[in-house]
Structures are given as C-alpha cells and as structure tokens.
T-cell receptor, first 115, second 111 residues
Framework: KAGVTQTPRYLIKTRGQQVTLSCSPISGHRSVSWYQQTPGQGLQFLFEYFSETQRNKGNFPGRFSGRQFSNSRSEMNVSTLELGDSALYLCASRPADRGRDDEQYFGPGTRLTVT | GNSVTQMEGPVTLSEEAFLTINCTYT??????LFWYVQYPGEGLQLLLK?????DKGSNKGFEATYRKETTSFHLEKGSVQVSDSAVYFC??????????FGEGTQLTVNP
C-alpha cells in the first residue's frame, strides 16, 4: 500500500497570508491527525478527523482549522500567518483494525516557512 | 495531564555499542506506549509499541518494555549501526487518541 502523502512538501508564505495543506491517508484508513513540529515546542497535536468529523482538537488558536472529505483525504488551513507558524506539519493516519487502531502512520510532512 | 520525558540528547556512540534511551511517562489511565524514529528530512516511522504492563515491543533489533511500576519505556539496542543515526521519540496515547510525544533524542552513530 502507498503511504501517507502530503502536498506540497515545501511552502514559503508571507505574514498575514493563509495556507492550505493537503494529506491523503493510507488506503482504508479513515482517521487522520495533524501535528506541528518545531525545534522549540517539539511535536504538538493539532486535530483529528474521522469520517469527516473532528473528534479531537489540540490547544491551537482558531486560525488553525481542518476538514476531511468523504474519501478520507484531509486539509488543514492556517489563516493570518505569523512567523511562529513556521514548522513542519505532519499528517498521520491510522487503521481501524482492532489491535492496530492506536498505530499512527506519518507522512513526510510539509515544511512551511513564514517570512 | 499526560506527558512524556526523554533523556536529554544528543547521544553519540560508536558502531556496535549498546544503546539505551530513557523514557518515562505520566498518564491518567492505561496508555499505549510507542517509539517513533525520524530520519533527516522525513516524517516519523513507528518503530515499536507496547499496549499493557510488562509487554515488550521489538523491531529491527530495538526493544522496549512497558514498566508500569516505574512508568518507563526505555529503548534499547544491543549493537547500533551507522544507519541507526536518527531522532527517536517516545510517545503515548490513550484509547488510540492523540499522541503525546517526548522531546526527542538525537542519536549519532560513528563508524
């Protein structure tokens, strides 16, 4: 099976702009989570979607939002970008199989740079 | 709240040396515990996991045992290779929900 794919891999944006990142989960996986990775804060959970519904949300401002489509693909959006939003954004999907439904499989990430 | 603490890095070893990376956790309930590895320029790869006390997760020569009494999940490998150089993250989740990660430990293995 193909792994989790994320597009684009790299992005450069200017403060105040908005950005949309895309994630395609592993085929058959219906849960998608997003994480932010920075040198200062490490890996932090943003949100999780399952069957087009947000099931869990981390402690991020409302500028960060997401959605999931009926084919399980997910997008996250960051509006009014700030310099501190520069990070690697990682998407992960997980299977529904009992005994493996706690395993998250990560994509390569989108490197966002805000200038 | 839930948290994971890893030993401070970076860790530098010679090839074939023994590796230990310490990880302790705090959680309400009974978490599943994981080790993930991140190679330069890549996302995270699941290395191993354990879901209950005394379980041992193992993969590619790496092992970790879920110790409830000491709330620990230390990663070990008997003989490291240059190709093991990467950042290692300890993590926990409760009922398959969000992952809570440790700070990460950079491992460099020299030939």
């Amino acid at each position: 099976k193909a792994g989790v794919t994320q597009t684009p891999r790299y992005l450069i944006k200017t403060r105040g702009q908005q950005v949309t990142l895309s994630c395609s989960p592993i085929s058959g996986h219906r849960s998608v989570s997003w994480y932010q990775q920075t040198p200062g804060q490490g890996l932090q959970f943003l949100f999780e979607y399952f069957s087009e519904t947000q099931r869990n949300k981390g402690n991020f401002p409302g500028r960060f939002s997401g959605r999931q489509f009926s084919n399980s693909r997910s997008e996250m959006n960051v509006s009014t970008l700030e310099l501190g939003d520069s990070a690697l954004y990682l998407c992960a999907s997980r299977p529904a199989d009992r005994g493996r439904d706690d395993e998250q499989y990560f994509g390569p990430g989108t490197r966002l740079t805000v200038t | 709240g839930n948290s994971v603490t890893q030993m401070e890095g970076p860790v530098t070893l010679s090839e074939e040396a023994f590796l230990t990376i310490n990880c302790t956790y705090t959680a309400t309930g009974y978490p599943s515990l994981f080790w993930y590895v991140q190679y330069p320029g890549e996302g995270l790869q699941l290395l191993l996991k354990a879901t209950k006390a005394d379980d041992k997760g193992s993969n590619k020569g790496f092992e970790a045992t879920y110790r409830k009494e000491t709330t620990s999940f230390h990663l070990e490998k008997g003989s490291v290779q240059v190709s093991d150089s990467a950042v290692y993250f300890c993590a926990l989740s409760l009922r398959g929900s969000r992952l809570t990660f440790g700070e990460g430990t950079q491992l460099t293995v020299n030939p």
